[in-house]
């Protein structure tokens, strides 16, 4: 195994001493690059925002030994650096209203699995929902996501009890490919501990992340955080069961923000474990739905269209407020630049910029020599 070089020691130091997300560091890196704010960042130089977030692990230099530690057990530390980061779906976070230090994508990801996670990423459903599960949840949730895995798309969970482990085990046992996404350590020890075969069943079939370093911890702010990847990195959000107020809930809350369609399984009007669902569907938050197909139609918003006469407007649902009002401005005929697109829809350039790959990746804008324009509103993935 050959050593690593100091660029990617730095993104394990950066990612041990952020301890998550923090879209400060974040754009400090993207401006003078790893290596140079790691070393900042050890010698107590860097900018007051970024120093209140790292000061206080700044001392912990354990990277050689984490990325030893992850390569021994077949896994690997994944950087923006690297061709596989799931670029496209990370840049929903650009687009945050707000832009608090949390709202932001993962520094890095620790990877347990040999799958790219572009490929893993690139059709993507994510199924959430209580611990606490009924027979109904557990059987629905195998069946939308056992189907969901037949036909090629990768469920992504948590991997905690409950739906999140009927839904990777209903992938893992048709053969098809999930994803689970912790909120702590992934690599020398498993959580919760009784899923350690289906973690390294995972493994094998697709891939088990997260964007802690070895050594963390759980904590309830790590689980909440985590909430926010499990729908980042999904095309939509399948809630089966979850109560008035869950992680899963907080999950679907995710999806909204960073423009995912949001999907609620009813259950009996009886059962406390789908009275979340109920709520999101009867406020508006979820749209109903109650088989592997329906989730597909609405997934392909983002991913892949199951149904060659979807309209365009089916594809705008789900939408984040920047992509609708950045969609909207474009004129019914002709080519624009990105200028002309910020004066139209009164948003300033970078929120246009970061829209833009977004409504490309759907089919609804595609780009040439001349600008950008509107597409067919079908989900065709423009050229780049």
Not at 251 to 280: F, I
Not at 330 to 359: I, N, Q
Request: hydrophobic share 45%; glycine share 10%.
């Amino acid at each position: 195994m050959s050593a690593p070089d100091s660029r990617r020691l730095a993104w394990a130091y950066l990612s041990t001493v952020a301890q998550g997300a923090s879209r400060r560091l974040a754009d400090a890196v993207a401006q003078h690059g790893p290596e140079a704010i790691a070393e900042a960042v050890r010698d107590g130089t860097q900018g007051a925002e970024v120093s209140r977030r790292t000061r206080a692990r700044s001392h912990r230099d354990t990277a050689a030994a984490d990325l030893e530690m992850v390569a021994r057990l077949g896994g690997r530390l994944v950087t923006p650096d690297d061709a596989e980061w799931p670029a496209w779906h990370l840049l929903s976070f650009d687009s945050l209203a707000g832009r608090a230090d949390s709202d932001a994508g993962p520094l890095a990801l620790w990877v347990l699995g040999s799958r790219p996670l572009d490929e893993l990423f690139e059709r993507a459903v994510a199924v959430v929902g209580t611990r606490a599960a009924s027979g109904y949840g557990e059987h629905v949730t195998s069946e939308i996501a056992g189907d969901l895995a037949v036909d090629g798309w990768t469920v992504v969970s948590g991997a905690a009890f409950g739906v999140d482990a009927a839904a990777h085990r209903a992938a893992l046992g048709v053969g098809g490919t999930t994803v689970a996404v912790l909120a702590c350590v992934c690599v020398d020890r498993a959580y919760p501990s009784a899923h350690t075969v289906m973690l390294r069943r995972i493994a094998e079939q697709g891939a088990v992340i997260s964007e802690y370093p070895p050594g963390t911890t759980p904590a309830r702010y790590r689980f909440l955080a985590r909430n926010r990847l499990v729908a980042g990195t999904s095309s939509a959000v399948v809630v089966v069961e979850a109560g008035w107020r869950s992680g899963a809930r907080n999950t679907a809350s995710w999806a909204r923000r960073l423009g995912r369609p949001v999907l609620a399984v009813p259950g009996p009007v009886t059962s406390a474990a789908s009275q979340g669902c109920h709520r999101m569907i009867r406020e508006g938050e979820a749209t109903l739905v109650g088989n592997a197909r329906e989730v597909v139609e609405a997934a392909g918003a983002i991913g892949v269209a199951d149904d060659e006469d979807a309209s365009w407007r089916r594809a705008l649902d789900g939408m984040s407020g920047d992509m609708e009002v950045v969609y909207e401005a474009f004129p019914a005929v002709g080519a624009c630049s990105v200028t002309e697109l910020s004066e139209s829809c009164g948003l300033d350039v970078d929120r246009v910029r970061a829209a833009l790959p977004m409504l490309e990746m759907a089919g609804l804008v595609s780009r040439d020599d001349v600008g950008w324009s509107r597409g067919s509103g079908r989900n065709e993935v423009a050229g780049m």
